[in-house]
T-cell receptor, first 109, second 114 residues
Framework: GQNIDQPTEMTATEGAIVQINCTYQ??????LFWYQQHAGEAPTFLSY??LDGLEEKGRFSSFLSRSKGYSYLLLKELQMKDSASYLC??????????WGAGTKLIIKP | ETGVTQTPRHLVMGMTNKKSLKCEQH?????MYWYKQSAKKPLELMFV???????ENNSVPSRFSPECPNSSHLFLHLHTLQPEDSALYLC?????????????FGPGTRLTVL
């Protein structure tokens, strides 16, 4: 079967750095997405990786290793507004998105 | 504002009621999706429409009935639901239904079935 694993919940301190991991086992691979979802709001697109390596976008970076079936989302200089759930999703060989259950990130002052 | 709107934002219904969820996208996209999001579970894809034609139906019970009258509007008609159908129902759109297109989500309808 197809599976996406990510931690259920993480806690970090304002101003710090946090890394949210995502491992996947899918039938084929056509890209990996990270979305941010604040409570009661729409998931919003953060990043897309299809080749190995690091993609940087301001305070957020996303890394992909296809050989290891592994990605992480790195958030720097954490702000209180970064408290949200972070969803990892992989597009499989049929171009269907397989979703993880999300990681709830709690930022403390 | 992501360009995808959903109404109502909250809905409480009994098991014998009939209701409809509405989604509208203002992004000029050709593909639209319905997802179910339950607490601590992955997003479940329910239906996919591309150019107003249903291209995917992931074994969803017939008590959920989608309708796509044009590429900007998507409905989910609900009837004789069960309490386990209580969840957040998310609509999304993308330029096409394949490739590397990013999906853009609406804020969802929080559905409670009593």
């Amino acid at each position: 079967g197809q599976n996406i694993d990510q931690p259920t919940e993480m806690t970090a301190t304002e101003g710090a750095i946090v890394q949210i991991n995502c491992t996947y086992q899918t039938s084929g691979f056509n890209g990996l997405f990270w979305y941010q979802q604040h409570a009661g709001e729409a998931p919003t697109f953060l990043s897309y990786n299809v080749l190995d390596g690091l993609e940087e976008k301001g305070r957020f970076s996303s890394f992909l290793s296809r050989s290891k079936g592994y990605s992480y989302l790195l958030l720097k200089e954490l702000q209180m507004k970064d408290s949200a759930s972070y969803l990892c999703a992989v597009r499989d060989s049929n171009y269907q998105l397989i979703w993880g259950a999300g990681t709830k990130l709690i930022i403390k002052p | 504002e992501t360009g995808v709107t959903q109404t109502p934002r909250h809905l409480v219904m009994g098991m014998t009621n009939k209701k409809s969820l509405k989604c509208e996208q203002h992004l000029g996209h050709n593909a639209m999706y319905w997802y179910k999001q339950s607490a601590k579970k992955p997003l479940e894809l329910m239906f996919v429409y591309s150019l107003e034609e249903r291209v995917e139906n992931n074994s969803v019970p017939s008590r959920f009935s989608p309708e796509c009258p044009n590429s900007s509007h998507l409905f989910l008609h609900l009837h004789t639901l069960q309490p386990e159908d209580s969840a957040l129902y998310l609509c999304a759109s993308s330029p096409t239904s394949g490739g590397a297109d990013t999906q853009y989500f609406g804020p969802g309808t929080r559905l409670t079935v009593l």
